[in-house]
């Protein structure tokens, strides 16, 4: 797989590569606001549409802003995972059109401790949910001899 070369200027010589790399350049120190951020985040998501999942991913995750960090709220590994796969060409597309080579990508997890935030895969996961939600869905457990182990 061709890298895109970076000219000297911050372009990207899309003639030499398919892969964009990581643009440092101190004299790009512009000003971002958050409403620019997420226009070429979602442009970046766009471009990336044949590859579902990560389009996905960036369409249902809204970056935050702390000075010139970037932070995603990753709920699982594989979400992790695929942003990462994107890493450099994600933070090089940020780079270059919000015009400030010290951006940088960040993941953070979800406040365990936020019942919304946790989320629910497995029949016990589910079970236990409605359990924490109602107690007496322990006794209708009971009482119907229910066994989610199986």
Not at 94 to 103: G, P, T, Y
């Amino acid at each position: 797989m061709k890298k895109n070369a970076v000219k000297d200027d911050n372009t990207v010589d899309k003639n030499k590569n398919k892969e964009n790399v990581y643009v440092k350049n101190p004299d790009l120190k512009e000003e971002f606001t958050y409403e620019q951020l997420l226009a070429s985040w979602e442009k970046f998501a766009e471009k990336n549409k044949k590859r579902t999942r990560i389009y996905n991913i960036l369409l249902s995750k809204k970056p935050k802003i702390n000075s010139n960090n970037i932070d995603i709220t990753i709920d699982n590994p594989l979400q992790e995972e695929k942003i990462n796969e994107i890493r450099n060409e994600l933070v090089s597309y940020l780079r270059l059109n919000l015009k400030n080579s010290l951006i940088d990508l960040s993941f953070s997890k979800p406040d365990s401790n936020n019942d919304s935030a946790k989320a629910i895969y497995t029949d016990n996961d589910k079970l236990q949910y409605m359990i924490n939600k109602n107690p007496n869905f322990k006794d209708l457990q009971q009482e119907l001899n229910l066994d989610l182990d199986k």
